[in-house]
């Protein structure tokens, strides 16, 4: 019997905003525990909790983005459990008015289109933060109160990998808004995942449902699911009957662990928030928002291929770090102005900042703009290529020595003595020692002209890299009268 998964994720966002979602304390992270609180986040008795209205244009501008129906009234509910990190005893959360409704993201998945809906995106409070010892808990609640948004997908998800391109895609939109920084590491983007498996050939959802919490990076969330697919199906085919449950990912194992029973909305016991007013959003308003959306990493990709060229991989690996695309284009801007066309030249451009550029900054912990290399001498350095005034080679050692000291890449050339020999006259020279001094490679690329490099790299030798090889290369030609 062969199953399919039926995968749907809540991902929490931690919005960036200066303060907590119902309070004046700072939304900041600190080294120090319970430094950024205050009456409201900690529920003291007699406090009543202020609606935070950046956290709020921030939740609608992320439901813009996600093609959602922003509620024309939305509001706030109680949510109620008990646990130590939680000091009022309940969350302030969203029930059955949430700030947006259903929306979709579309994913290419291995050449496939890929729709994926959205259930809802609702704001809420955070929690604050326990830390166990042996025999004893802390509770920090610097955390607690600040800004959260719940997005809810469908359970459209397929795979770990279309599980992972959507974390992916949800992140570089956070990040392309400037709602949140979406770190997963660092708590910015928390996903819990709910799997379950029906039979290849069914409709519906299957009668249970799991979700796997405690996974803080993109291949742990490929590596939970993985692991439930596997476990799930080895129980349904023994006849087993599964439990709704909400299980933990033990990363250093590989394991999920069964944590509870799956809750229930009912057993929250929700019910409307009564120290705060319902949220009204007129279509003057969002008409206005809209206007402030940016261009998000999807039209983005697809505006690099078209201008530049470029092939989908390296697209795709530009717009998936903002600012190596914006790097990119103003780099191509000043290749502009330095040739008066940037025709054909995307590609070139592109293999050197998704190459050279990027292990640089990624190994100085950097961001592209920190770097010393600037747009407009990157491409005065991709203009000496052009022109043949450096090759490929030496180009390498003038972009190291430009990265570590931001000078201008002809004084480096000048400097380190790089410009590369294009004068016919120098390198036949050197073409005819070689050819003499190499019978044997001479006579294996009569038989194969594939043979040639062998000889232009010997040249390319005797002239410590600098010769130009599609000169060298039609040297060696004509020498061989080939």
Known sequence: ??????????????????????????????????????????????????????????????????????????????????YPDLPKGYQISQFDMPINGRGQMELTV??????????????????????????????????????????????????????????????????????SDADMEKGHLRCDANISLRKVGESGLPPYKVEVKNMNSFRAVANAIEFEIKRQTQALETGEKLPSETRGWIDDKGITVSQRSKEESQDYRYFPEPDLPVLHFTKTWLADLQKELPELPKVRKERLMKEYALVDKDAQTLVSYKELSEYFEHVMSELAEWTGSTDKKGSMVASWILGPFLAAINE?????????????????????????????????????????????????????????VSDQGELLEVVKKVVAANPKGVEDAKKNERALGFLVGQAMKELKGKGNPQILNDLVKKELGL
């Open 1 to 82: 019997m062969k199953y399919e998964p039926i995968i749907g994720l809540e991902v929490h966002v931690q919005l960036k905003t200066n303060s907590k979602m119902f309070c004046s304390s700072r939304n900041a992270e600190s080294s120090k525990p319970n430094v950024h609180i205050c009456e409201v986040c900690t529920g003291q008795p007699g406090t009543l909790p202020v609606i935070n209205k950046e956290a709020v244009r921030k939740s609608v501008l992320v439901g813009l983005a996600l093609n959602c129906q922003v509620a024309e009234y939305s509001k706030f509910d109680r949510k109620n459990y008990f």
């Open 110 to 179: 291995n050449g496939q289109t890929r729709t994926i809906g959205i259930t809802r995106a609702h704001l809420e409070e955070d929690a604050g933060k326990l830390m166990h010892g042996k025999g004893f808990s802390l509770v920090d609640y610097n955390r607690a109160g600040t800004p959260l948004l719940e997005i809810v997908s469908e359970p459209d998800i397929r795979s770990s990998e279309e599980a992972k391109q959507y974390l992916q895609e949800l992140q570089n939109i956070m990040r392309y808004l400037g709602v």
């Open 364 to 420: 100085k912990k950097i961001f592209p703009e920190e770097s010393k290399v600037t747009e407009e001498n990157f491409a005065e350095l991709m203009k000496l290529i052009l022109d043949g005034k450096v090759s490929n080679l030496a180009a390498k050692d003038v972009f190291a020595n430009m990265f570590e000291s931001g000078e201008d890449p002809s004084n480096i050339l000048d400097q380190l003595g790089l410009h590369q």
